[in-house]
């Protein structure tokens, strides 16, 4: 099963944190894939990022499994790409098909998450490059508050089956930059107790002063929100 729909257009949403936190995806995945020869972009919505990815590739597919996103998509391409209706646990794609995979924020509403790292690793050339992220969170599970995540992979099982399927397996972490003094009342849960609360309010109503400490790295000294995971080398 998948779930229903959850789409965001980065040019016309209000919610000023979604389209910082998408927005500081896409480019973390522009900088991390240069030019290359074919990109499958596994989850288009309504193509905000697809138009991007398109001019940086010789072929350009995306797959979203809502067939109006999919259409959507396919006129801002302006021709430049094909976007089909399919299921990333399924891609209608023979082995080795892509030089580049782009798939941000999809595993998590699948289900069967598995079955797209899966489809993944088979779509992809040997020498190849693929993108995801995922919600943060330590342990997997539904989400509580997002009803259109089934299944929000956990840190340890998510990396245990990349680390099966690639050789190479590069982790980022998106978050939100805190104080030491921030960080340990949010982990004792005393934000409120020490008024701390207003910077995490602030992140949520998309000030712009908040917005800046949103970051993309290796290390996250702060608020995890999103894991990024970088694959090469596909294993056989």
């Not at 891609?91 to 098909?97: G, K, M, N, W």
């Not at 509580?144 to 340890?156: I, K, Q, R, V």
């Amino acid at each position: 099963m998948i779930a229903a729909k959850e789409r965001l257009d980065t040019a016309t949403t209000p919610d000023r944190l979604q389209e910082r936190l998408h927005e500081q995806r896409f480019e973390f995945v522009l900088n991390q894939l240069g030019e290359v020869e074919s990109v499958l972009e596994l989850g288009t919505g309504v193509g905000s990022f697809s138009p991007r990815l398109a001019a940086r590739c010789r072929r350009y597919t995306g797959v979203d499994y809502d067939a109006e996103s999919a259409a959507q998509t396919s006129k801002r391409l302006l021709g430049k790409g094909e976007v089909l209706q399919a299921d990333a646990r399924s891609l209608p794609f023979p082995p080795r098909s892509f030089s580049a995979i782009v798939c941000l924020e999809v595993l998590e509403h699948l289900g069967d998450w598995r079955a797209g790292v899966s489809e993944i690793h088979r779509c992809l050339v040997p020498d190849g490059m693929a993108v995801l992220s995922v919600p943060f969170r330590l342990r997997g599970g539904k989400s509580d508050t997002n009803p259109f995540h089934l299944y929000e992979p956990g840190e340890n099982e998510l990396l245990s089956l990349l680390l099966q399927r690639f050789k190479s397996v590069i982790v980022h972490y998106q978050f939100f930059r805190e104080t030491l003094a921030m960080g340990i009342a949010r982990r004792l849960h005393l934000r409120r107790v020490l008024g701390l609360v207003e910077p995490y309010r602030a992140l949520s109503a998309g000030s712009p002063e908040a917005l800046s400490h949103l970051q993309i790295s290796q290390k996250a000294p702060g608020l995890k929100l999103h894991l990024l995971a970088v694959l090469k080398e596909p294993r056989t």
